[in-house]
Structures are given as C-alpha cells and as structure tokens.
C-alpha cells in the first residue's frame, strides 16, 4: 500500500512564505511592473543595454526621492520605494543570471 501523505519537502524553500508575508508589497511591485509593461513593453527591461549601471541609477534616484520626503513617484502615480524595490530585484536578476 502506498502511504499518498508523504511528501519530501524538507530544506526545501518555503515559497509560500512570499504571498501570505509580502502580499502588499508584492502588489505594488506588480503595479511597478505593469506601469512598465504598458510604457514600454513586458520584460523589455531584460534586453536593456547598459542594464545593470542604469537600474542601479535608477534605483538610487527613488531612494534619493523617498529620503527627501517624496512618497509617490510623479510620472506613474507610484511609490517610489516600489519602483526602488524593481530595480533592485532587475539587478538581483542580472547578478543570478550570470
């Protein structure tokens, strides 16, 4: 008889802990995400030359904004930590893709 209540999980990543902790977050991550893909086009971003320098100036001009006081990014209507949090994550991206 085959016991169906196993399952060899253990050590392995809990991603669930992403959506049920992070679920705002997230949500603002994929407004981010489809601001972008409306103005430009979905995932461009992974073919942007000079990729890596120009998400890195990007990511420190929300910061810059955020630390003065700004809250909501002027032209997308968006946080500016959340447009900070994409560009963070396009440079992990770049930095695991290697």
Do not use: C
Request: charged content about 20%; aromatic content about 10%; hydrophobic content about 40%.
């Amino acid at each position: 008889m085959i016991d169906t209540n196993l399952k060899y999980d253990d050590g392995k990543t809990r991603m669930g802990l992403i959506h049920t902790g992070l679920a705002l977050p997230l949500m603002a991550i994929g407004e981010v995400l489809t601001y972008g893909a409306k103005k430009y086009k979905a995932n461009s971003w992974q073919g942007l030359d000079n990729a890596r320098e120009r998400y890195t100036d990007a990511l420190y001009r929300h910061l810059n904004a955020y630390h003065r006081g700004e809250q909501i990014d002027p032209e997308s209507g968006l946080l500016h930590l959340a447009h900070a949090a994409v560009n963070l994550l396009f440079l992990l991206y770049f930095q695991l893709k290697v």
